[in-house]
């Protein structure tokens, strides 16, 4: 099964969202090439919450290129076999942690925003991160840094923190 087809089963069994499921849907449909940055129109990406429920506390990452606090994620690759895989993926290579496993259930929302490249239409994950789990920063990182919950409405944008309340909420 192709990337694009994997996206295509993943979105139609979403159940949240109805109408923002859909413009995934649509946008797939008129853009065979809507897997990839190359899609000027806009294009899926997927990212990974970092998280660590024993400790109450999840990993964000400062961006480069944006400049804000945000989780890990990024434009899919041609080795990418699925949006969860390359969710895992980008969490992986942007924490620098080994052993994250994604939560059980799919995507745990989905948030469309404006970038510099083009408009993201982002798969958004959870990761747990195992016990004991150190962080690395990549090169597309500017700090990484463990926040307690109640301090990501402080840092990061409401797409962070809806993200993050709807992690806990399938914790």
Known sequence: MSLFDDAVLVLKGYEDQEELRQTYLDHLATHPDGMWKACGDGHITASALVIDPSRGQVLLTLHKKLRMWLQMGGHCEPADVSLAAAALREGTEESGIEGLTLLPGGPVRLDRHLTPCAWHLDVQYAALAPAGAREAISDE?????????????????????????????RL
């Open 141 to 169: 990182s500017l700090d990484l840094r463990w926040f307690a919950y109640d301090e990501v409405a402080d840092v990061a944008d409401d797409s962070v923190v809806r993200l993050l309340e709807a992690t806990r909420a």
